[in-house]
């Protein structure tokens, strides 16, 4: 019998990972949050044969995947179509099987992920607020208890902890001018009762390009753009539908705005909301192809959140860096998701800001201000908000949770900060050799665009980097394409009503002519000097560049 009890420990144990015991407090690597990004930092130390704690607040581990619905997965491929994010990511990619999948099955393979690496997995813990001396994380509470580590890494999708530890950030995109605006969350609701092949016959063979449908995924139904939501606060997109192992169909459609996403009361009002609309919806897709007996068989347990907090590390990737595919010399994973910003409230349906061929994260992006032994991983890492519309996917956080780990190692073996390691180029060159070691792909590719050489370039990056020009995922700025009156008049409205206060938009614009030389002037007289507007001596239309020249020239008179 005692035999017996012993062999049951012992599988107890490789089962559920732990390779100490469970009462132990110390460690070398805490990570908190068990989200993917998460549980590729836990799986990458415990490798690197430091003793490693995950811990979540959550009962189950996948965060975005498998709490908030998100089954679908935005990969990043090269310039010859080659795999970005390899290593711990391609591990979980390969096993569920594709870029869209079960998320039940998503679970079941992050647990054997970290059971195989033997990470110390805690869940449904209480995570109280860390322990700091002189600009170090030494603790943090957790249940009650302080848990002690050499090194933390902060893999929450909202940088809680760092947040917490007195690292400064920024919210949504107040760094361009708007504290209160940032992309709106998702609810994920799923269907039962859908007829998948009439989904795949119609999205298959309707006119749009943009529209398709596969055994797992399906993307289009534009018709619900046209659906009026009862709360002025909801609104419905196209669907993006993925097929679950029970015939389920999980959608990601439901746009929810005004949510303080910091705030759980004000997340929880917003599934509210989406509930009492979802019958309205559902009532709604019925009269569309393949959805006739769709009926509405739950939704998930959190929202789908894409911005809150950015913080501010060693280095902010800019949206110039990813537009103008850089590469870093602290480069620990590539990416290379167009640049998609959501829509931010009822009257924005989103901007594509452009589409990099490959670009990469540097090291000091991980590294946050103020705190020396704590990284941040995941969409809250050190990005400007629309330089993470590309950086936020959770493919990119997986790999800055694979080189986090591995910097945890060599940080604590050469006795450096991580601040100190971040402009350290050998203790670089050894994580960058760990990372390939292990998986990783970091090459330098040269791929400048060739915009970047034009002599407009100056002025579309200063209107681009506060929204104002978006060329889509095709990178085309027009620049000798003839600008017509109410795209002009758009962009005005937008750079005006953000820097003069009470500014009234020029509104009833239903004129798609040309524009013109003395549209400009009318437009502009209060801006701009009549010696600025000089363009030609004839009134003829204007081009896309020439625009952009005087639409600076506004944005700096007004500055």
């Not at 170090?136 to 208890?145: A, E, K, P, W, Y």
């Not at 999980?250 to 009361?265: C, R, T, W």
């Not at 769709?294 to 990737?317: K, Q």
């Not at 995941?378 to 993470?388: E, I, M, Q, T």
């Amino acid at each position: 019998m005692q035999r017996f009890i012993l062999i049951f420990l012992t599988l107890l144990l490789l089962v559920t990972g732990c390779n100490f015991s469970n009462k132990s407090t110390d460690f070398d690597v805490i990570v908190i949050g068990a989200t993917p990004e998460g549980i590729a930092a836990s799986i990458s130390a415990s490798r690197n044969k430091l003793k490693t704690l995950l811990v979540d607040s959550h009962d189950k581990v996948g965060g975005l995947y498998t709490r908030a619905g998100l089954n679908t997965i935005d990969m990043n491929y090269g310039p010859d179509k080659e795999l970005l994010t390899r290593g711990i990511f391609d591990e979980f990619y390969r096993a569920i099987g594709g870029d869209s999948f079960d998320i039940k099955k998503a679970e079941n393979v992050f647990n054997e992920m970290l059971a195989k690496a033997r990470v110390k997995l805690l869940l449904n813990a209480d995570i109280g607020q860390p322990v700091i001396e002189d600009n170090r994380l030494t603790g943090i509470t957790i249940n009650g208890i302080v848990y002690n580590a050499q090194r933390f890494i902060d893999a929450t999708e909202d940088a809680d902890i760092a947040a917490a530890s007195g690292v400064p950030y920024t919210y949504g995109q107040e760094d361009i001018g708007h504290p209160d605006r940032a992309m709106a969350p998702t609810l994920v609701f799923k269907l039962s009762g859908v007829d998948w092949n009439g989904v795949k016959k119609y999205l298959n063979t309707d006119p749009s390009k943009n529209t398709g449908a596969n055994n797992r995924s399906a993307w289009g139904y534009s018709e619900m753009y046209r659906y009026k939501p009862k709360d002025p606060d909801i609104r419905v997109r196209g669907l993006n539908m993925g097929r679950q192992d029970d015939g389920t169909v999980l959608v990601n459609s439901l746009l929810i705005y005004g949510v303080d996403v910091l705030d759980a009361d004000s997340r929880r009002a917003a599934i509210e909301k989406a509930l009492k609309e979802l019958p309205d919806i559902i009532e709604y897709m019925n009269e569309l192809p393949g959805l006739e007996n769709a009926s509405l068989a739950g939704v998930m347990d959190d929202l789908y959140v894409r911005e809150s907090r950015h913080i501010i590390g060693e280095y902010r990737l800019t949206l110039d860096d990813v537009l103008e595919n850089r590469y870093f010399k602290d480069a620990v994973v590539l990416g290379s998701y167009p640049v998609d910003i959501q829509s931010f409230g009822p009257d924005s349906y989103g901007l594509v800001m452009g589409k990099p061929a490959v670009y990469a994260i540097p090291f000091r992006c991980l590294v946050p201000k103020k705190i020396d032994n704590l990284l941040v991983v995941g969409r809250s890492a050190s990005y400007d908000s629309l330089a993470a519309g590309s950086a936020r996917v959770v493919p990119v956080g997986m790999g800055e949770g694979q080189a986090a780990g591995a910097a945890a190692k060599i940080s604590i073996d050469k006795n450096m900060t991580f601040r100190e390691m971040a402009y350290d180029i050998k203790a670089i060159e050894q994580l960058q050799e760990k990372l390939k070691n292990q998986g990783a792909y970091i090459k330098e590719y040269n791929t400048t665009p060739d915009i970047v050489s034009s002599p407009y370039y100056p002025y579309i990056k200063e209107l681009r980097r506060y929204g104002y020009i978006h060329p889509g995922y095709s990178n085309n700025y027009r620049l000798d394409e003839i600008i017509n009156y109410n795209e002009f008049v758009s962009i005005l409205n937008q750079i005006l009503s953000d820097h003069i206060k009470d500014y009234k938009w020029i509104t009833n614009i239903k004129n798609d002519r040309p524009l013109r030389i003395n549209d400009i002037k009318t437009l502009t007289l209060k801006y701009l000097k009549p010696d600025q507007v000089n363009i030609t001596e004839m009134d003829e239309p204007i081009t896309h560049k020439e625009t952009y020249k005087l639409l600076y020239d506004i944005l700096l008179t007004i500055l």
